[in-house]
C-alpha cells in the first residue's frame, strides 16, 4: 500500500473494489440512414405517407384528358393493343372540325392496356397504381438525395423527400391517370441518374448500359425527360469528382439515346395532324421575341407563386389567365429581377459547389423548357410543369430550416432541442400541405366536380368556361329524357348559356363555341332568334365548316322559313356534293313544304348510289307517315331494318305489329332489336 493512502472502507479479504462508474452526460442525437434494416424503415414510412397524401384518389373516376390514355377502345383491348399503341401517335382524335395526330408517347398507354388486360376498366385501380408510382419514385428520389447528401445529416434529404411527396402543386401529376406520364418520365429521370452515379464511381461502362435504355423509356413517357440531359452533368459536377470527360461521355450517350428516340419513330408514324389554338396559348401565333420573353417571365413568376403559395389549383389555365405582355410589364420586372438574382447567387456559389447554388440551378433548367420564350406550351402554364422543379424549391425550404435554427445540414450530430424546432417547423409545413392536397384530390373526383369547382377560379379561362359550358351541353344531348321530350333543366340551361357566352366574350373568334351556343339555343331553348345570330356569327368566322350551316339550316326549317333552310344545304351540297345528310335534310324540307314526290325521288337516287344505307328508307317510311298511310310506311321501314335492324326501328316495327294484332311479327322485330341493342353495346 502506498504511503499516504487511508482507505475509507474496510475491504474484506479476496473482494475487489470496482471503480465507480461516471454517468456521461448526453450526447447529441446522431441522425443516419444506418443498416439496410433503417432503410427499410424509410420506405415503409414513405409508402404510408403516400396514401395519406394520395389514398381518397382510390375512389375517384375518370377525368379531364383520361381518355387519351385510359378511356378509350384502344386501350381497352388490352394486350392486343400493345402493336398498336408503340405504331401510332398517342393522340388520335376525328371530330367535326378535323383530326388530330400528335406526340408519341406509348409507354404510358401500354401501362393502361397492361391494367386493363388484368382488372378492366377500373378507374380506381390505375389511380391505387399512381399511387405507388408516386411512392416508388419518392423512395428512389429519397436514396439518391442520400447518396448524392452523404456528408449531410440524414435529416436533410429526408426532409426534402416529405416536403416534395406532400407539396399540393402534385396533385395534378397523381389525381390524374392522364399524367401519370410524369410520374414515369420523373421516375425513369432519376433511375437512369442512379445508374450514371454507379458509372461515375466505378467507371464500368455497363452501368451506362443500364442507365441508356431506363433514359429511354422516360423519354417515350414524354418528352419532359428533356431537363435531365442537364441535370445529370451538374449532379456529376457537385457531388462527384469525375473528369469533364467523363461528364462528356455521359451526355454524349444520353444525348444519342435521346436522339434516336426522337427521329426514329417518325420512320413509321403516320404524318403529324395538329393544330395550336390561340385559346390554348396565343405565344403559338406571336413572332415578337419581347413578348415572348415579357410572358416567359411572368409564367416564371407564376410558378414561383405556387410553390410558395399553392391556391387555388386548378386544371387548366390558357388564355386569358396569364397576361401576354413584353418587358414593360410590372411583373415581368419582377420576375427578371428575382431570377436574375437567383441566377447571379448560383454562380456565385458554383466553385465552392454550395447546395443552395445546386438546388437553384437544379429549378432554373427544369423549369426553363416551360417559360414559353422559346417554345409555346399548351395552357401557356400548368401546374403539372412544375412537378421536377420544386425539387429545387423544397431543398431551399428544407436548408433555410436548418439555418433558421443555426445547424449545419452537414452537422452528423443534431442537439435534442434544434432537431424538435426543426422538425416542428416540417411539420408546421406538412399539416397544411397534406390537408390541401387530400381536399385537392376531391376536385379530380370526376369531370363534372372537376370543371364545376375550378370554373370558380377560372373566370378569365376562355377554354375552361366553354370546356365546362360543354361539358354540360353533352350531358344534355345524351340525356334520354331529353331526347325524349325536350325537356331541360332551366338551371343547367342557363349555366350553359353563361359559360360559353363568357368563353366567346373571351375569345370572339371562336368557331365551335358560336355554333354550340346556336345550337343550344336552337334545340334547348327554342329560342331562334339568339339561334340564328350565334349560328351566323359562326359562320362569318368560317364559312367553309359544315355544322354551322347545318344548324342554320334546321333553325330556319322549324321556324318554316324554307327558302332560307333551302340555301343553307343547298351552300353545304355545292361545297361537297358527297355530303349525303345535307341531302337527307334538304329532302326533308320539300316535305315539309308539301313537296312529297321530290322529296321521294332525291332518297330514292341516293338508294340507287348507296344500296347499303338504310336511311332512304326510314325517310320515305316517315314520309308516308305523315300522310297517315302505315301500310306503305312500313314496307319501307321492314327494308331498313333488313340492311341495319337498329333497336329504335325495330322497336317501333313491334309497337306497330302489336296494333295490327300481328304477334308473330311483333315478336320478330322485338328480338331483332333486342340482339342489335347487344351487339351495340
Not at 130 to 144: E, H, K, Q
Not at 271 to 283: A, D, F, K, M, V
Not at 338 to 365: M, T
Request: aromatic share 16%.
Amino acid at each position: 500500500m502506498k504511503k499516504g493512502y487511508v482507505p475509507k472502507t474496510k475491504v474484506p479479504a479476496g473482494r475487489v473494489i470496482q471503480p465507480k462508474k461516471e454517468i456521461a452526460p448526453e450526447k447529441p442525437v446522431v441522425l443516419t440512414s444506418g443498416s439496410k434494416k433503417g432503410d427499410r424503415y424509410f420506405v415503409l414510412f414513405f409508402f404510408l405517407f403516400a396514401f395519406i397524401l394520395y389514398g381518397n384518389t382510390i375512389l375517384n373516376k375518370f377525368a379531364v384528358d383520361d381518355n387519351f390514355v385510359t378511356n378509350n377502345q384502344l386501350v381497352q383491348r388490352g394486350f392486343k393493343a400493345l402493336p398498336e399503341i408503340f405504331s401510332t401517335h398517342y393522340v388520335n382524335q376525328q371530330g367535326n372540325l378535323g383530326s388530330t395526330a400528335s406526340d408519341y408517347r406509348p409507354v404510358v398507354k401500354a401501362t393502361f392496356a397492361l391494367e386493363y388486360q388484368f382488372w378492366g376498366n377500373k378507374p380506381g385501380r390505375s389511380h391505387a397504381v399512381n399511387i405507388l408510382l408516386y411512392w416508388a419514385m419518392s423512395v428512389l428520389l429519397f436514396f439518391i438525395l442520400k447518396r448524392l447528401l452523404k456528408n449531410f445529416n440524414i435529416l436533410f434529404p429526408f426532409m426534402i423527400t416529405l416536403l416534395f411527396m406532400a407539396h399540393p402543386v402534385h396533385t395534378e401529376v397523381v389525381a390524374s391517370l392522364k399524367n401519370r406520364d410524369e410520374i414515369l418520365t420523373f421516375l425513369c429521370g432519376l433511375g437512369s441518374m442512379w445508374f450514371i452515379l454507379n458509372y461515375a464511381e466505378t467507371n464500368k461502362l455497363r452501368y451506362l448500359f443500364v442507365a441508356a435504355p431506363i433514359f429511354l423509356t422516360g423519354y417515350l413517357c414524354k418528352t419532359a425527360i428533356f431537363p435531365f440531359l442537364v441535370l445529370y452533368p451538374l449532379v456529376l459536377y457537385f457531388f462527384t469528382k469525375v473528369p469533364v470527360k467523363k461528364i462528356v461521355v455521359v451526355v454524349g450517350a444520353i444525348l444519342g439515346v435521346m436522339l434516336l428516340a426522337h427521329f426514329i419513330p417518325h420512320l413509321f408514324l403516320p404524318p403529324i395532324q395538329h393544330t395550336n389554338y390561340y385559346i390554348e396559348n396565343p405565344l403559338y401565333f406571336e413572332k415578337n421575341f419581347w413578348i415572348r420573353l415579357g410572358t416567359g417571365l411572368v409564367s416564371l413568376l407564376f410558378y414561383l407563386r405556387i410553390l410558395v403559395y399553392p391556391y387555388p389549383l386548378v386544371y387548366y389555365y390558357g388564355f386569358d389567365m396569364i397576361p401576354i405582355t413584353n418587358l414593360a410589364n410590372l411583373w415581368a420586372i419582377l420576375s427578371l429581377l428575382i431570377h436574375a438574382g437567383l441566377l447571379l447567387y448560383a454562380i456565385s456559389k458554383l466553385r465552392e459547389k454550395h447546395i443552395l447554388s445546386f438546388a437553384i440551378l437544379w429549378y432554373l433548367i427544369a423549369v426553363a423548357m416551360y417559360s414559353n420564350t422559346l417554345v409555346p406550351v399548351v395552357g401557356i402554364v400548368g401546374e403539372r410543369f412544375i412537378f421536377n422543379a420544386s425539387l429545387g424549391f423544397c431543398t431551399v425550404i428544407v436548408w433555410f430550416i436548418f439555418r433558421i435554427f443555426k445547424t449545419d445540414p452537414k452537422s452528423l450530430t443534431i442537439e435534442m432541442d434544434s432537431r424538435i424546432k426543426i422538425l416542428a417547423v416540417l411539420i408546421l409545413l406538412l399539416i397544411p400541405y397534406t390537408v390541401m392536397s387530400v381536399s385537392r384530390n376531391r376536385d379530380w373526383r370526376n369531370l363534372f366536380d372537376l370543371y364545376r369547382t375550378d370554373v370558380k377560379s377560372l373566370r378569365n379561362s376562355a377554354k375552361a368556361n366553354i370546356d365546362y359550358g360543354g361539358f354540360l351541353m353533352n350531358t344534355v344531348y345524351q340525356d334520354e329524357n331529353f331526347l325524349r321530350t325536350g325537356a331541360v333543366n332551366q338551371f343547367k340551361y342557363q349555366t350553359i348559356i353563361s359559360h360559353l357566352r363568357r368563353g366567346l366574350a373571351l375569345y370572339p373568334n371562336n368557331y365551335q363555341t358560336a355554333n354550340d351556343l346556336g345550337t343550344v339555343y336552337l334545340f334547348m331553348g327554342k329560342n331562334y332568334d339568339s339561334a340564328t345570330y350565334f349560328l351566323n356569327k359562326a359562320i362569318a368566322i368560317d364559312s367553309t365548316m359544315q355544322p354551322a350551316w347545318v344548324n342554320l339550316g334546321m333553325a330556319y326549317r322549324d321556324q318554316k322559313m324554307y327558302p332560307r333552310a333551302i340555301e343553307c344545304y343547298e351552300h353545304i351540297l355545292k361545297v361537297n356534293p358527297r355530303q349525303i345528310k345535307a341531302v337527307f335534310a334538304l329532302a326533308d324540307v320539300y316535305n315539309d313544304m308539301g313537296d312529297f314526290d321530290r322529296a321521294v325521288k332525291m332518297n330514292e337516287d341516293m338508294m340507287k348510289k348507296y344500296p347499303t344505307l338504310e336511311m332512304p328508307y326510314i325517310n320515305i317510311g316517315n314520309y308516308y307517315m305523315l300522310k297517315s298511310d302505315t301500310f306503305a310506311a312500313v314496307k319501307y321501314w321492314e327494308k331498313a331494318a333488313e340492311i341495319n335492324p337498329s333497336y329504335e326501328l325495330c322497336l317501333q316495327l313491334n309497337a306497330l305489329y302489336i296494333k295490327r294484332g300481328n304477334r308473330e311479327k311483333a315478336d320478330f322485330y322485338y328480338k331483332l332489336g333486342e340482339q342489335a341493342a347487344k351487339q351495340n353495346q
